[in-house]
């Protein structure tokens, strides 16, 4: 019985933990935002940037001697998304957006 309930709880945990990062993976261009908002949860921050509202979760993780995070974003133009992505936002130029992964 001990190892049923065992079980079941290691379950629910491991179905619980699916990561930022896969829920922002199943995100598609022209998503709305209510649908965003209801996958990833609420944002940690939501700022308009030159016309679109740029919203951005900080992924907590735990680490055996750290916590440790990455940043993901979503950029929305009248209401849909136009990118999204791991990394933190940036101004390209005077009218564009980019998220920066930090990666070569």
Not at 29 to 41: A, M, N, Y
Not at 47 to 62: A, H
């Amino acid at each position: 019985m001990k190892r049923a309930i065992a079980l079941a709880v290691i379950t629910v945990g491991i179905a619980g933990c699916q990561g930022m990062a896969a829920k922002v993976a199943r995100l598609q261009v022209g998503t709305q935002r209510d649908e965003v908002i209801e996958r990833l949860g609420p944002p940690d921050s939501d700022r308009s940037m030159i016309g679109f509202e740029v919203l951005s979760w900080l992924d907590r993780r735990p680490g055996r001697f750290s916590l440790s995070h990455r940043d993901y974003t979503v950029v929305l133009k009248d209401g849909r998304v136009v990118q999204f992505g791991p990394g933190l936002i940036r101004r390209d130029t005077k009218t564009t957006l980019q998220i920066e992964t930090g990666d070569p």
